[in-house]
């Protein structure tokens, strides 16, 4: 037998004992997934323990009218996900010594004539206590008092920062920072015409009107381009699987600021998981000794979970195109947040053992 065929054998073998190391966690999602109640899963799941994948599902379609299976490969736009990648960014900019994040707003945009651009900071704005309700109107509170969170404007801000103190376009500085951590299939909607046929995958994306009842939503890439730095950047569960690698061993910011932005500043009280720590574009939660960094994300039509667990390195993420009624949340979020349990339990189990 030549060495390419036995190489071949032997991943395999890998790839196998790999999930079969993790019978209960395989079984418990598998049954998890075929569940059409309180909905039905409409996504990607994966798992990976130190960037190589212990598990992942395709349940669902890409394309309701056509009925076209989903593929592994397929693109989402991945919501709020999208801040913690902002938010790595910036904080280059500090790294590089061209931003400091107790500077003021008006220190790097000396043109917004809000009558708070001299007592908002980098920092309040990354941690979402800068009390801002919109660029015309005065302060919810004192910043840094308490955290209420900004889907959008405080993101938005940032990376008209990031731009300033770069000279170079936000698109073009995530560009960058997706190829260092390999991210061949992640783009931004402004960039992703441009790109080659490989990076064609996104997915139709649908919300439910009415339990079951899922209505394709239609709208231009460019007209969430706004959102990009918030909420609109375009990626795959592998993709993501490698974000998570990249951050978290260190392949982008120097500890100071990988400590900053993993340590919670402020608290998310009220979320459904509980009152989590908040650090920059990461919530930040302790339970039974692990910690856990995560951050949920929603936008026309698509919902995202991302977990990372660095005592296990292991990250978890969960990506749909189809986009529940936020009137309830558990119901929304339920295969994301059962999941979670799940491997939460496996980490519990494997810490005893």
């Known amino acids: 037998m030549t060495l390419k065929p036995v190489l071949f054998f032997l991943l395999l073998f890998i790839s196998y004992a790999a999930v079969a190391q993790h ?7 598998d049954s998890l997934i075929q569940k059409q109640r309180p909905r039905a899963l409409n996504g990607i799941v994966m798992i990976a323990r130190e960037g190589k994948p212990i598990y992942s599902a395709v349940h669902g379609v890409s394309d309701v009218a056509q009925q076209k299976a989903l593929q592994a490969r397929d693109q989402f736009i991945i919501g709020s996900l999208s801040k913690q990648i902002t938010a790595v960014l910036l904080l280059q900019e500090v790294d590089q010594g061209r931003l400091s994040l107790q500077d003021t707003l008006n220190t790097y945009l000396p043109d917004l004539k809000a009558t ?4 908002v900071t980098i920092h309040h704005l990354l941690n979402h206590s800068s009390g801002i309700v919109s660029l015309d ?32 376009t936000y698109a073009d500085l995530a560009e960058q920072l997706f190829a260092h951590c390999g991210m061949e299939n992640t783009t931004v909607p402004l960039l992703y015409d441009k790109r080659s046929q490989a ?6 994306s649908y919300t439910e009107e009415e339990e079951g009842v899922l209505v394709q939503e239609k709208y231009a890439l460019q007209d969430i381009a ?11 569960a592998q993709d993501l699987t490698r974000w998570n690698a990249c951050l978290h061993q260190g392949k982008l910011l120097k500890e100071a600021s990988y400590q900053a932005m993993t340590t919670a500043s402020v608290v998310r009280a009220g ?6 720590g908040y650090g ?3 919530q930040i939660n302790e339970q039974n000794g692990s910690i856990e960094y995560s951050h949920s994300g929603a936008l026309v039509g698509f919902i995202a979970t991302s977990l990372y667990y660095p005592a296990d390195n292991l990250s978890v993420i969960v990506l749909e195109n189809v986009a529940p009624n936020f009137e309830d949340m558990s119901r929304a979020f339920f295969f994301h947040d059962q999941i979670r349990s799940i491997v939460q339990a496996e980490l519990v189990v494997n810490r005893h053992e």
């Open 23 to 29: 019978p209960d966690l395989t079984e418990r999602i």
């Open 116 to 119: 708070w651009a001299d007592s």
């Open 137 to 168: 109107k005065p302060l919810a509170f004192i910043p840094g008092s308490q955290f209420t969170y900004s889907p959008l404007i405080g993101y938005e801000l940032l990376a008209s920062v990031l731009e300033k103190t770069s000279g170079e």
């Open 199 to 204: 990076h064609q995958n996104l997915v139709h």
């Open 226 to 236: 706004f959102a990009t730095p918030s909420g609109a950047i375009i990626a795959t």
């Open 271 to 276: 979320h459904r998981w509980g009152d989590l």
């Open 280 to 282: 920059y574009g990461l």
